[in-house]
């Protein structure tokens, strides 16, 4: 469909105060808080915003089809890159982008790759059963073997970073890096474009 009649059938506007052209201005950003700093499990976590406000309801916007957004989502994402990272994208289950019709965070990590330059190496593929949306909190930690790693030679020697859209428990993150472990791929860092305030 073209872009300018995706326009008129979901215009744009900031999900915080309605400024037109925009998901998420940087104001209303900046009002939702700042980053999110932890170590779970060995992994050094870091998101760029709390998963509340207006973040939430364009995080949940993007996830409903309105793929225009993600650049938007992708530029927030990227406070926290650094050089010489090749994030590695967590995999949606096939249920889910087929639903979607595409996978939310590897559409991010694209987005990051073509416009700052970071590399992106797909290697993780979803299990059956991988999708956490819906569990308790008891559920999401004891989750494990939802991902399998698939080679990729090149990645090896990188800078691996674990990328994710949401991190709530951390379990998916933790259990992605066991999988990359599994196989001899060295990764300590995960960055995810939110987190949910209650971790």
Not at 44 to 56: I, L, N, W
Not at 75 to 81: I, P, V
Not at 119 to 148: D, I, K, M
Not at 168 to 184: F, I, N, R, V
């Amino acid at each position: 469909m073209p872009g300018s009649i995706l326009s008129l059938l979901f215009p744009r506007a900031c999900v915080g105060c309605e400024r037109d052209g925009v998901l998420l201005c940087e104001p209303c950003a900046r009002s939702c808080g700042g980053s999110q700093s932890i170590v779970l499990g060995g992994i050094a976590m870091r998101a760029a915003v709390p998963y509340a406000g207006p973040v939430r309801e364009g995080i949940v916007e993007f996830k409903r089809g309105r793929r225009a957004f993600a650049g938007d989502l992708a530029a927030l994402a990227a406070r926290l890159l650094e050089p010489g990272m090749t994030l590695v994208p967590i995999p949606t289950t096939r249920r889910r982008v087929a639903e979607r019709g595409f996978d939310q965070t590897r559409l991010l990590a694209r987005l990051l790759a073509r416009r700052h330059g970071v590399n992106v190496a797909t290697l993780l593929r979803a299990t059956h059963g991988a999708a956490q949306h819906g569990r308790s909190r008891s559920e999401r930690l004891a989750a494990r073997g939802r991902f399998a790693c698939i080679a990729n030679p090149g990645a090896s020697g990188t800078r691996l970073v674990l990328f994710d859209d949401v991190r709530t428990t951390g379990a998916t993150l933790l259990d992605a890096a066991d999988a990359l472990h599994e196989k001899g791929y060295d990764v300590r860092e995960a960055l995810t474009l939110a987190w949910t305030p209650s971790t």
